[in-house]
T-cell receptor, first 111, second 115 residues
Framework: RKEVEQDPGPFNVPEGATVAFNCTYSNSASQSFFWYRQDCRKEPKLLMSVYSSGNEDGRFTAQLNRASQYISLLIRDSKLSDSATYLC????????????FGTGTQLKVEL | EPEVTQTPSHQVTQMGQEVILRCVPISNHLYFYWYRQILGQKVEFLVS????????KSEIFDDQFSVERPDGSNFTLKIRSTKLEDSAMYFCASSSLAGALNEQFFGPGTRLTVL
């Protein structure tokens, strides 16, 4: 299994739709996870952190399933501005703080 | 809102030349990082830096690469003899604390093109 694996998409959805992305990780010792958003040719920006079973912030919900080693991101009532690539990120637990990125899932929200 | 800045935004160089990419991390941050992203590929970790020394580096970060914090504000990545495959977007990041719970803030990146 790859360290961090995501479906690359693209997911093409109409405005207002609910869309969910999954991410699997290989290191069962991982304790925390991040979802970053990356717009085309821009830097990654933190969207959500996931430390326990889940986290919710407005239209965005992240859930963690440790038994199955996957994290999900749910976007409700999607907007045109949500179009981006969503990166699943797993930090190491060691002092170096390396972040391991998935390849990202591309979302296109259409009228 | 404090942010990480990087210069230049785009660097074009000839194969074999040395390049220095510059970053100014967020001022009260203590941990600094370089990542790269080849076009169409995922973001890859290069190196982390704390207390004036490298704390971790990846296999990509070979002898051609070096990092330095020459003063209290700048953090640089040097590539001694560039190769075509070094063409990528290079992101600098910083964080205030260590540990897996701590957010890393990314700069806008330097696009390096090696001809």
């Amino acid at each position: 299994r790859k360290e961090v694996e995501q479906d690359p998409g693209p997911f093409n959805v109409p405005e207002g739709a609910t869309v969910a992305f999954n991410c699997t990780y290989s290191n069962s010792a991982s304790q925390s996870f991040f979802w970053y958003r990356q717009d085309c040719r821009k830097e990654p920006k933190l969207l959500m952190s996931v430390y326990s079973s889940g986290n919710e912030d407005g239209r965005f919900t992240a859930q963690l399933n440790r038994a199955s080693q996957y994290i999900s991101l749910l976007i409700r009532d999607s907007k045109l501005s949500d179009s981006a690539t969503y990166l699943c990120v797993v930090p190491t637990q060691r002092g170096g703080n390396k972040l391991t990125f998935g390849t990202g899932t591309q979302l296109k929200v259409e009228l | 809102e404090p942010e990480v800045t990087q210069t230049p935004s785009h660097q074009v160089t000839q194969m074999g030349q040395e390049v220095i990419l510059r970053c100014v991390p967020i001022s009260n941050h203590l941990y600094f990082y370089w990542y790269r992203q080849i076009l169409g590929q995922k973001v890859e970790f290069l190196v982390s830096f704390y207390n004036n020394e490298i704390s971790e580096k990846s296999e990509i970060f070979d002898d051609q690469f070096s990092v330095e914090r020459p003063d209290g504000s700048n953090f640089t990545l040097k590539i001694r003899s560039t190769k075509l495959e070094d063409s990528a977007m290079y992101f600098c990041a910083s964080s205030s604390l260590a540990g897996a719970l701590n957010e890393q803030f990314f700069g806008p990146g330097t696009r390096l093109t090696v001809l």
